[in-house]
């Protein structure tokens, strides 16, 4: 047996174990009768069709032709991580440094994603963009945020540990960054 | 006839206020801005700016939801011809003839003729849409639960016919999309579903949430593991006006591309990539010399612009008056109408006909605003296009964060959102689309209540969904297209156009 297409191979997969597992979940509401549906019904249907679906591309995997643009492209860890790690540490800084410290970190911790990474340039969009949430944002919306820091002694544990954590890892690759580049 | 024009004069006391016109500038400025801008298309763009209209009355928030999505419309079609970017799918075939006419130093007459045409199969299509919304309404009226249930299945089916890659893969991703809709408290017996004892999830996800992490941050991600590409842009505009040989060749093309894109944005999923793409083949296939196409053939360009301006107008139809977003745009129009408590659908007309008809005329306002905006603003557009990748992600990383956390002033959305960032960023790698995963999300709730109710009045008997005539018809209808799809031959064809848009 051979795998002819990457993408739908591993796809499918993905459909079975979603489908299998919205179905099961879903046996622990009650299922009712089909004229008196109980909340369970109408998600475990779905998953069998899901699951069942999921099969067939998975079997489609498997034949036809085999083709270049078939394969699962490169993952880039380092990216995915400091994008996905700036916005959710973004939003357990929120509640507890105020929104212009967050979003300064945020800025500078995303622009290292970039290829062409630069300090200056992102240390002034960050400071563009603290003038322009305020304007737009706080000024102009009205929009209710947190905006100054609350007292370390009042943040949730969990705060305490991946506020100061994140901020050292940030700047560890910062420093990283800006030697590797010279 | 006299109906029609008390709807519109009604239609113009609302646009013409000045508020709403206002928020009509806005939305179309800030599209255009943002269809400008690299890297990011129409529906990352109104994901993220919709929970800023929330605070908006309803009128005024549709008005400015509809004049970004055409005002990013628009600006992808600049960046189209200036660069060679298209911002969207639907750019694409701009790309072929309008970048041609640029270099060879026609950019001007390019913008106009895309502009004039563009306003043109607008200003048609709004008419039609005026037109045809109420007596489609007055047949919805007639549905009960089955045939709602019916009209979902074929207007999700057609919206992955007619719009993606592989069909079954795509139906899977309908199904997922149903599936996250369930999460949260069920309607009927107050239990909550999959919300793993989250309160948070109680209320079930946010469309704008999963749009923003599957469309804005995979989309980010993407874009950043390939090195930025420096363009050169064309300096030199030209003359804006196009000469007499170019108008004589564009205006024919763009009544042939209003035509075949106000029927072709009907259909679900037909909107405005489709459309683009058949005005290019028809004006191709009938042009005496199509040899020119290509190589800065005005027809080339007129043609798919007005098209797909055209489809992006009537595709507002099967919204309005049925409740049934036909692209991934309309499915986050519905979650709009939805959070300001209107239920989209045939009831609009009538209970909020000020909303129906102010934001039908503000579509055509708005038009107006686009051409009057984009041609003497050309310049700066220009400009914007300058601005590096790098200085861009962050921002939009910023208003994507902002745009969630004001949703429910709670942190827990941005992880949500954050979570699908990284299940988008995989289905990008797996090639699973995300735009049928939101129309299911959005309809989910609505196709299970409706599914449980025709039940209830058949008493269980599932065959109410064929022995009623309308609802048999709807399902046939969705079992054609299927089989249509499946046919060899135009499978193949299918696949070819596909391949193109890659």
């Known amino acids: 047996m051979h795998i002819k297409n990457q993408q739908d191979f591993w796809s499918g997969l993905m459909f079975i174990a979603l489908g299998v597992g919205f179905a099961l979940f879903s046996t622990s509401y009650d299922m009712g009768t089909p004229a008196r549906m109980g909340p369970g019904y109408f998600p475990f249907w779905l998953g069998v069709v899901l699951a069942l679906l999921g099969g067939i591309v998975t079997i489609n995997s498997l034949r036809g032709e085999e083709g270049e643009d078939h394969h699962i492209g490169k993952f880039d860890f380092d990216i995915l991580a400091l994008i996905i790690g700036s916005i959710v540490v973004f939003g357990v800084m929120l509640d507890n440094l105020g929104l212009y410290i967050s979003l300064v970190i945020l800025v500078i911790f995303s622009s290292l994603a970039s290829h062409e990474f630069s300090l200056k340039i992102a240390i002034g969009n960050a400071i563009f963009l603290v003038i322009f949430t305020w304007l737009a944002f706080v000024r102009g919306l009205g929009l209710i945020f947190p905006l100054w820091p609350v007292p370390i002694a009042e943040w949730p544990t969990y705060a305490m540990i991946i506020i100061p954590v994140s901020i050292i890892i940030g700047v560890i690759i910062l420093i990283s960054k800006l030697k590797g580049s010279k | 006839m006299m109906e029609l024009f008390e709807h519109l004069s009604l239609g113009f006391s609302v646009a013409f206020t000045l508020e709403n016109l206002s928020y009509a500038f806005l939305g179309c400025l800030l599209g255009t801005l943002i269809g400008v801008l690299p890297g990011i298309g129409p529906v990352p763009t109104i994901a993220m700016l919709l929970p800023l209209t929330y605070v908006l009355p309803p009128t005024a928030g549709l008005i400015m939801l509809a004049g970004i999505y055409y005002g990013s419309q628009y600006g992808g079609s600049t960046t189209a011809i200036l660069v060679a970017l298209p911002g969207e799918t639907s750019a694409v075939v701009t790309v072929l003839d309008g970048h041609q006419m ?16 563009s306003f043109f199969a607008g200003c048609f299509a709004t008419i039609l849409l005026a037109a045809f919304a109420p007596p489609l309404a007055e047949v919805a009226f007639k549905f009960g639960p089955a045939e709602y249930f019916s009209l979902m299945c074929l207007g999700l089916i057609g919206a992955v016919v007619l719009a993606s890659g592989s069909l079954p893969k795509a139906v899977c991703m309908i199904i997922l999309g149903l599936l996250l809709g369930m999460v949260g408290t069920d309607v009927n017996s107050g239990v909550a579903r999959f919300d793993f004892g989250i309160p948070e999830l109680q209320d079930g996800i946010d469309f704008a949430v999963v749009a923003m992490g599957v469309f804005g941050l995979a989309e ?14 064309t300096d030199k505009l030209g003359s804006l006006y196009p000469n007499k040989q170019e108008f004589k060749e564009a205006a024919p093309a763009v009544l042939r591309g209003t035509m075949l894109g106000s029927a072709l944005g009907i259909l679900p999923g037909g909107g405005a990539v489709l459309s683009s793409f058949a005005s290019y083949t028809l004006e191709k296939k009938i042009s005496k010399n199509p040899e020119r196409f290509g190589k800065g053939h ?30 991934a745009v309309m499915a986050l129009m519905v979650g709009a109408m939805t959070i300001h408590n209107i239920q989209p659908g045939p009831q609009v007309m009538s209970s909020h006909p000020e909303l129906f008809w102010g934001l039908i005329v503000s579509m055509w306002i708005g038009n107006l605003m686009l051409v009057v905006l984009n041609l003497p603003l050309v310049g700066l557009w220009v400009k914007l296009l300058k601005v590096p990748y790098r200085v861009l992600f962050p921002a939009i990383l910023l208003f994507c964060t902002i745009g969630v956390y004001s949703l429910n002033y709670n942190a827990f959305d941005i992880y949500v959102m954050g979570i699908f960032g990284i299940i988008g960023y995989i289905w990008t790698k797996l090639k699973c689309e995300g735009a049928p995963l939101l129309l299911g999300l959005v309809l989910g709730p609505m196709m299970e209540e409706n599914f449980r109710r025709a039940l209830l009045l058949s008493r269980g008997d599932f065959l109410t969904f064929v022995e009623r005539p309308l609802s048999l018809t709807l399902l046939l209808m969705a079992l054609g297209l299927v089989i249509l799809v499946a046919l060899p031959s135009i499978r193949k064809k299918r696949e070819a156009t596909f391949v193109e848009e890659d």
């Open chain 2, 102 to 117: 640029a270099k060879n130093g026609r950019a001007g007459a390019a913008l106009s003729i895309a502009a004039l045409g």
């Open chain 2, 220 to 233: 980010i991600m993407n874009n950043l593991a390939q090195k930025e590409n420096r363009v050169d842009i």
């Open chain 2, 298 to 327: 005005p027809a080339g360009l007129a043609g798919p612009e007005s098209a797909n301006n055209a489809a992006a107008q009537t595709s507002f139809i099967p919204l309005l008056t049925l409740g049934i977003p036909g692209n």
